[in-house]
């Protein structure tokens, strides 16, 4: 079955921001009752995510990769320093703000909380974080509460920060933005805004409907109860026909699986590769981060199986060949 695509309107009448399901596709109630479901989820279950309170570093460390990186809470202002203000000012001057819609929110904005985290080596980052600020002027935000986390990308820190503020946040994808009420999550938008900054953030100081990105994760984490053990693959099987709709696409599952790794978090990590295998068994990337999750936890047998199977799927695939090569 295809995606279910959500598209956010609002209604003239109530002003509140709905989901309307695309014409003329006709979709199985199933995955509509899902869909709400999870916006229920997503905006109650929250509550016990606070913001960090760690002090400010404005630390730069060169991770596992040899690349020179922000890492940790940092300052605003660290961004007007190089090498960052390039793409800074380059995504802050290019940005036009919905002023009509900043107007809508700026009360509500008062005496919340935006926790950022973000990478000073990802593209979304660069992108996003700049707007937001740019948005969260134009509402007369204080920024003294907006908190910026810079986290790494080396396999063994994988979204993670030194400080360790994303612990129990459930960071797979950056930016990720938390808006806070004092100490409850009220929403958050995950990589990318559904609509715009503006409206989506405005969604969520209105308490409306928000769903964001990666809903596949989301149910994931909410439905599968047995997620920190191994799971048979009949059963993986039978969650991957119910997930595969929601998913946008393998990169959904592939980097919360290597944020799982670097957790170590074992056996779930090695159920979401699994899994994401299943739900794109002709993609030979999805076998690759499988063999390399088998290889972590020590499998060898199970890793070579893999490898293997990328080879089958994509025969001069690099990393699959020096992996079976380290193997033999």
């Not at 009752?33 to 606070?50: K, Q």
């Not at 935000?141 to 986290?151: E, I, P, R």
């Not at 799982?260 to 999805?286: D, G, H, M, R």
């Amino acid at each position: 079955m295809r995606a279910v695509a959500i598209v956010f309107k609002t209604n003239l009448i109530t002003g509140r921001v709905v989901y309307v399901l695309p014409r003329p596709k006709i979709y199985c109630m199933k995955y509509v009752f899902i869909l709400i479901m999870l916006c229920m989820v997503i905006t109650g279950c929250n509550h016990s995510v606070v913001p960090s309170t760690t002090p400010i570093v404005n630390a730069q460390i060169q991770n596992e990769k040899g690349a020179t990186i922000l890492a940790g809470h940092c300052s605003v202002s660290i961004l007007q320093t190089n090498p960052y203000k390039e793409w800074f000012d380059r995504s802050y001057t290019n940005y036009v703000v919905d002023t009509t819609t900043v107007s809508l929110m700026k009360n509500k904005l008062a005496n919340k909380t935006i926790e950022v985290f973000l990478g000073s080596w990802c593209g979304d980052s660069k992108r996003e974080v700049p707007r937001l600020i740019k948005v969260l002027q134009a509402a007369s935000f204080d920024t003294a509460n907006l908190k910026l986390v810079f986290v790494d990308y080396g396999a063994k820190t994988y979204k993670q920060s030194p400080q360790h503020e994303e612990a129990g946040k459930v960071i797979h994808h950056v930016p990720t933005i938390i808006v806070y009420n004092h100490d409850n999550e009220m929403g958050r938008i995950i990589e990318s805004p559904k609509i715009s900054l503006e409206k989506d953030l405005l969604a969520i100081v209105l308490h409306r409907s928000y769903l964001p990105n990666y809903n596949s994760i989301a149910w994931w984490l909410y439905n599968v109860r047995e997620r920190a053990t191994p799971i048979t693959d009949e059963k993986l099987a039978s969650i991957a026909a119910t997930i595969k709709p929601l998913c946008e696409g393998l990169r959904d599952f592939n980097g919360y699986g290597y944020v799982l790794l670097a957790q170590k978090n074992y056996a779930e990590a090695l159920n979401v590769f699994k899994l994401n295998s299943i739900i794109f068994p002709t993609n030979a990337s999805a076998y690759n981060s499988l063999g390399e999750a088998y290889l972590t936890t020590g499998d060898k047998e199970n890793a070579k199986q893999s490898f293997e199977k990328v080879l089958e799927l994509k025969h001069a695939d690099e990393n699959a060949i020096k992996r079976l090569g380290e193997l033999k």
